[in-house]
């Protein structure tokens, strides 16, 4: 049997077909009343009709022509509209492979664009006065063509940025479209020309030559004006269309990766899944829910899975590898952990320590640096190193479990367990002005919630709270990023969103004193750092050897040629490339690591060289120093917050 144009018919005498007319031909597998017992039937007629069509089966109700058909198809393609898909595999669902990664971003999920915001930094200035940097009338040709814009659209290009329209924005910053501009250039000689052609805008004009420029220079200055957005593609979920349209009970992989850790772990563990799609993802799912729980309980359940990893706190980075090797479940390990407390409240703090003791109890030796109480009081043994610090430090002071380390009177650690020293909560406090206050209102960056933040101003303000609460989205990606705009006038990302702010005029500057390395290059130390390094450099300037050699503080530069050694170029090492080992550094024969030549080591301050000032403590070099108050000073404050 068979189905032509919707009527069922017996092929031993089969209907004439009309050869001008399109005709629907559909061949009958079978033909059954729905019982119980008929699986096996049913799975072997779905075969034969998807093998026979090539991947499509029908069901028709045989009683009610009208009732609607169930279309059925066994391809990674809908046989209505015509959309498919490759076969899915885990690959597909990889932003780091080619097969999965949207092809408009890359898989990065942003793309670069030339900001506005950024081109036009000072609304206040006119396009003449340099609202547009590099195309004011210091330059000739790029103001030129400003200026003939201006006679067209009649503007002018003296007035402040922000007092012209609208219209006059974007003709400057999109460009006329294709409507022509007459032009005038002027060369050097004065001779003048004129051509019509449109305006390509600001924005493309920078874009064009940002491609276009094989001068490093060029492009730096340029880049200086992009900034990032959502791919529009993918919006921002950085996976090719067919990713995004696979789904688990309704919800999509993007989604998935947009949910916090605790979330994702308690939407896992409520998945329920039918039949075999049930067995099949039984093992999965356990997978999945014990790599979740790691990291719940190292204190990361606030971070979102598509985190990016460089956002990624020192401690929280330290707490995924802690967390990833839990999962390895690995016998007779030593683990070494720096700190992992880090950036953690209270309440998270206990979850680590229970993390760590779960670590131990598998049969591994964890050592931990720590300064948190919880820590010491959780460890089974404790070992203090002192009593001081520098050259006051570097013995055992104390041994053992932690009523021994109490017991030791020279151990600060256990003076201040046992309760014998403790930090002085102050007996005054510093009244708030009323009248200067720093206010922001709706924050709404990450996890925020229309958040308002009053802030006094001229008081010590301490913003806390659990681990993944918003304080860093609050203060670090939405009030510094404000004022940094503000205050310093710098180029930096956009802050979090938020609707306005009030009290920044109570502010000179805003300093960021993050944990990033000091200094922008290898060589940077804390004297060159902190400046103490070019007053030391102009007394040893100062001795008399040094001025009858003619020595100048340029001759004690270990950054400059002269009175560095020029076999390591003051560095002190050599780097030897092990090619595919990591490269190592060994000490230089010339100069033994003293990073000076020979000449300039013989010219000594107070019966020390540079090389022996240089390798003082901070608490060596303030006695040295004590004369010099300009150095004093600066060793003094570097004491003063621990650096001894």
Known sequence: RARIDGEVCDLSDPPKLELQKKHTIEVVVDRFKVRDDLTQRLAESFETALELSGGTAVVADMDDPKAEELLFSANFACPICGYSMRELEPRLFSFNNPAGACPTCDGLGVQQYFDPDRVIQNPELSLAGGAIRGWDRRNFYYFQMLKSLADHYKFDVEAPWGSLSANVHKVVLYGSGKENIEFKYMNDRGDTSIRRHPFEGVLHNMERRYKETESSAV??????????????????????????????????????????????????????????????????????????KFLVNVGLNYLTLSRSAETLSGGEAQRIRLASQIGAGLVGVMYVLDEPSIGLHQRDNERLLGTLIHLRDLGNTVIVVEHDEDAIRAA????????????????????????????????????????????????????????????????????????????????????????????????????FPIAQRQLNGATIAEPAPYRDIQGLEHFDKVIDIDQSPIGR????????????????????????????????????????????????????????????????????????????????????????????????????????????????????????????
């Open 521 to 644: 290059t290898p060589r940077s130390n804390p004297a060159t750092y902190t400046g103490v390094f070019t007053p030391v450099r102009e007394l040893f300037a100062g001795v008399p050897e040094s001025r009858a050699r003619g020595y100048t503080p340029g001759r004690f530069s270990f950054n400059v040629r002269g009175g560095r050694c020029e076999a390591c170029q003051g560095d002190g090492v050599i780097k030897v490339e092990m090619h595919f080992l990591p490269d190592i550094y060994v000490p230089c024969d010339q100069c033994k690591g003293k990073r000076y030549n020979r000449e300039t080591l013989e010219i000594k301050y107070k019966g020390k060289t540079i090389h022996e000032v240089l390798d003082m403590t901070i608490e060596e070099a303030r006695e040295f120093f004590d004369a010099v108050p300009a150095l004093a000073r600066k060793l003094q404050t570097l004491m003063d917050v621990g650096l001894t």
């Open 219 to 292: 492009r730096e200055e340029l880049a200086k004006f992009i900034s990032n957005r959502p791919c529009a593609s993918c919006e921002g979920t950085r996976l090719r269309r067919e990713a995004r349209h696979v789904y688990v009970e309704n919800t999509p992989l993007p989604a998935i990766s947009d949910m916090s850790i605790g979330h994702a772990m308690e939407f896992f563990n409520n998945l329920k899944l039918a039949g075999q799609r049930a067995k099949i993802a039984e093992k999965i799912l356990k997978e999945i829910g014990d790599r979740l």
């Open 380 to 479: 089974d043994h404790v070992i203090d190193i002192g009593p001081g610090a520098g050259v006051h430090g570097g013995e055992v002071v104390a041994e053992g479990p932690l009523e021994a380390i109490m017991a030791v009177p020279e151990s600060l650690t256990g003076q201040y367990m046992s309760g014998k020293r403790k930090i002085e909560v102050p007996k005054k406090r510093v009244p708030a002005n009323p009248e200067k206050v720093l206010k922001l209102t709706g924050a709404r960056g990450n996890n925020l919630k229309d958040v308002t933040l009053t802030l006094p101003v001229g008081l010590f303000t301490c913003i806390t709270g659990v681990s993944g609460s918003g304080k860093s989205t609050l203060i670090n990606d939405t009030l």
